[in-house]
């Protein structure tokens, strides 16, 4: 008998990222396509992926994992709310699902299927307790507890994202002020470093992390404030959790290291010490796939 293959599929505001994983978590091919903006394009775009990933292989996918933007209700089972795919909003997505495909299908949030990925074959590999936090344009995270994904009653757990680091920060879209979404993600690195350098030009998080590639005060500056911000909530998940490994993905963990220094000195400072000590802090290692392969091998997973 060959071996499972499972299809992953990862959908944010503008693409829907898919591929076809081994059970090793191996990804046997992958690919990428816009993000329709309705509910029926988002489906017409699945059922031509799924076609076509089930012509490509001789194996056939066993299951089929899907992780999507938004808050995902496992008592309702549908998205309440995707601030980046509205469409999605409190459709009847996964009796959409069955209709389509011939193959058992798992359904969750995009962070945790991230985290799964790089749980079962990334930077947590082996570790029975983790968590996992994308750092981008927001920040999306999941929770791995003794061994399993740590989904809450209804399934919104691992929202750190939208804890308070800040009480006087920022509004943040979901209705509170100072998330760490809005105190650490990259557009608060860019307006930091605006504020800093007063500068009235319009700026990316890619401009500021090349400025403090070469030295500049404000651009390094912009990192370590939302890099305490960050560290100020990973003390809160070493307190809380006791967790074995901290694992820090998403766009702005590739911009080299001026987040992450400040971040793991100020949750050591706000951690209990023998906690923050069994704790390592570590960037993940699947990129951009953790999505995608969290979402297959969840699929195939009996849990
Ligand atoms: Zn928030």
């Known amino acids: ?3 499972k293959v499972f299809a992953g599929f990862d959908l944010g505001g503008t693409n829907l990222k898919y591929g076809l994983v081994a059970e090793s978590g191996e990804v046997l ?15 017409d775009v699945i059922a031509s992926v799924w076609n076509e990933l089930r012509r490509r292989t001789k194996n056939r996918p066993a299951a089929a994992g899907f992780g999507f933007p938004g808050i995902y209700s496992r008592v309702d089972r549908r998205i309440l709310q995707s601030p980046n795919c ?14 389509l495909l011939n193959v058992p299908f798992r359904v969750d949030n995009d962070a945790n299927m991230a985290a799964y990925g790089e749980w079962r074959c990334g930077a947590g590999r082996g570790v029975s307790s983790m968590v996992h936090l994308t750092i981008g344009t927001g920040i999306g995270s999941g929770i791995i507890l003794d061994g399993s994904l740590w989904r809450g009653r209804c399934g919104f757990a691992g929202e750190l994202g939208h804890i308070t680091v800040n009480p006087e920060g920022d ?6 002020q100072g998330c760490l979404e809005t105190e650490a993600a990259a557009p608060k690195i860019v307006r930091n470093y605006k504020d800093l350098s007063k500068t009235k030009r319009a700026v990316t998080a890619e401009d500021v992390f090349e400025k403090a590639a070469r030295g500049e005060v404000a651009a390094i500056k912009a990192f370590g404030i939302a890099g305490t911000y960050l560290g100020i909530a990973l003390g809160i998940v070493i307190n809380m959790l006791n967790p074995e490994k901290i694992v820090l993905g998403g766009g702005v963990m590739t911009t080299g290291d001026f987040l992450l220094p400040p971040a793991v000195e100020e949750a050591a400072r706000r951690s209990y010490r023998a906690s923050f000590a069994c704790c390592s802090i570590e960037k993940a290692l699947l990129g951009n796939d953790a999505g995608l392969i969290g979402a297959a091998l969840r699929a195939g997973a009996k849990e």
Do not use: H, Q, W
Not at 86 to 99: F, G, H, M, T
Not at 171 to 176: F, I, L, P, S, T
């Open 86 to 99: 509205p469409s999605l909003d409190n459709v009847d997505l996964e009796a959409a699902l069955e209709r």
């Open 171 to 176: 509004r943040c879209a979901c209705g509170n």
């Open 29 to 43: 091919e992958k690919s990428s396509a816009p993000t329709p903006k309705t509910f029926s394009g988002v489906l």
């Open 1 to 3: 008998m060959s071996p």
